[in-house]
């Protein structure tokens, strides 16, 4: 006799307790819903991705965890870029004039954060399981019917949801089953990365800074972490891996090796476990939502990470995911009109920075961008960028595209 495996009722699922699942589900469990949110791993676990803009510190807030947060994470004034093919270094502080509210941000252990905002769904009256990965998602018509996930002992759950949220990253579960997910050539990048002792932080003043060092082939960050660890990772571009033959780990420290800044701050660095490597070229689904569905964070888009944005674009894809997901509860078209709006909202967040994207990768145009002086208010828009506002960051940005109407300079083009 096979026994009958119960099937539990919800309104929204959520797929994945990283930033995105978590964010989402806290709101819509706090709101009243029943949420029910499914991680395949079990909290604490290790992620990539450990510096914050100011633009989280508000949504933080919102969630009620900023105390916790500010608790845990090394304070970060701003953002240093350093050009090793001598351009020289130029940093950027975030102020409060420009840009957020908040003229800081922190940076974090990604498996505290992540388990901080996981948790706090669960609080906020979401019901949360861990050591629980979704296998499969039955459509019937314009909603979702049967969730089946498996524990790590192999024991199948299920679960009826009337409306679903992917957050499941980069492993991408619908997007996967049910879209196409667009590379974008032009960003074609990996990276190696891992933690370590023994890497100075910067000068006095400027010890909480990220930096970003723009090398030949990519760019490295150095973040600095709580209990004296540094984050050290290297972004390469597609020729940097072609000629490379041999283990991935000897790539890293040839480049290491290579950059001058770098290898003098990584003299006496002790790796604290095996570097990791990943892909990380952009990417992005060919729609962001479906009937009964909508894909948040990584899930649905990923952008080159030399800006930070990767979290702030994941919470915040999260908190229009849950307007999605109430509106969808209450008719399916309301659901669809919400889902559009999202998906351009998003979209149009991803195109602000890629424009600044390109331009730090490309060498000719980032000699504007490192520029000490507010030139056509650069600086300005650049700030608030970085900052994570978008929208303002455009604005001041408006002159750069006045400039390039003017004189049609296609190279400012993309
Ligand atoms: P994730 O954080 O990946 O969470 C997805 C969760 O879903 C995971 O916990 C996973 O286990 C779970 N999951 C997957 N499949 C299933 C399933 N079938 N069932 C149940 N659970 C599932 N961002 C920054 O803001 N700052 C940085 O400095 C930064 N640096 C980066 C460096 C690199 C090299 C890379 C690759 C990324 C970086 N990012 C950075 C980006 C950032 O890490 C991501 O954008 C962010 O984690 C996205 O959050 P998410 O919740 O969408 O996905």
Redesign the pocket.
């Known amino acids: 006799n096979v026994p009958e495996i119960s099937v539990q009722n919800c309104d929204v699922l959520v ?7 978590s964010t989402a589900a806290a709101l819509l469990a706090r709101k009243g819903h029943k949420v029910v949110l ?4 079990e909290h604490p676990r290790f ?6 803009l100011p633009c989280n510190l508000p949504l933080l807030e919102d969630l009620g965890v900023l105390e916790q947060v500010k608790a845990m994470g090394v304070h970060k004034p701003g953002a240093e870029f350093v050009v090793e093919t001598g351009e020289g270094r130029q940093a950027f502080p975030f102020r409060h004039a420009i840009g957020a509210r908040h003229g800081h941000a922190y940076q974090v252990l990604r498996a505290d954060f ?1 388990e901080l905002l996981f948790r706090n769904a669960a609080k906020k009256g979401a019901t949360t399981f861990e050591n ?3 296998t499969q998602v039955e459509f019937k018509g314009n909603a979702p019917t049967l969730v089946t ?1 498996q524990d790590k002992d192999g024991k199948e759950h299920r679960f009826s949801a009337r409306f679903i949220l992917d ?5 991408g ?1 619908l997007a996967a089953r049910k879209h196409r997910r667009n590379a974008d050539k032009n960003n074609s990048t990996a ?1 190696i ?1 891992g933690h370590f002792r023994n890497v100075p932080r910067r000068d006095a003043g400027m010890e909480g800074y990220i930096s970003i060092h723009l090398v030949q082939e990519g760019w490295f ?1 150095m ?1 600095p972490l709580p209990d004296g660890l540094m984050s050290v ?1 290297f ?1 390469g571009d597609k020729s940097a891996y072609r000629q490379h033959k041999g283990p991935v780990a000897d790539l890293f420290w040839k480049k290491v090796k290579e950059s001058p800044c770098v290898a003098e701050r990584m003299a006496n660095a002790e790796l604290l476990s095996p570097l990791s490597t ?1 892909g ?1 070229y952009s990417y992005r689904a060919d729609k962001a939502w479906g009937d009964g569905y909508y894909m ?4 649905y888009a ?1 952008l080159d ?1 030399v800006f ?7 919470m915040k894809s999260a908190y229009r995911g849950a307007e999605v997901a109430e509106a969808w509860l209450r008719s399916p078209q309301a659901g669809r009109e919400a889902a559009q709006k999202a998906e351009a909202q998003t979209c149009k967040e991803m195109k602000r920075i890629s424009w600044l994207i390109y331009r730090i990768n490309n060498p000719i145009l980032r000699k504007l961008f490192m520029r000490p002086r507010n030139i056509l208010r650069m600086r300005d828009a650049i700030i608030s960028l970085l900052a994570g506002d978008f929208e303002a960051g455009w604005k001041v940005g408006f002159p750069v595209a006045a400039f390039k109407a003017v004189f049609g300079i296609s190279l400012l083009k993309r």
């Open positions: 797929i994945g307790g990283g930033p995105a699942g499914l991680e395949k791993d992620h990539i991705g450990e510096s914050l992540d629980t990965k979704v996930a957050a499941s990253g980069r492993d579960f990276a990365f960050w973040i990772g972004v990943t990380n948040i964070g990584d899930a990923f990470p930070s944005s990767g979290v702030l674009l994941a």
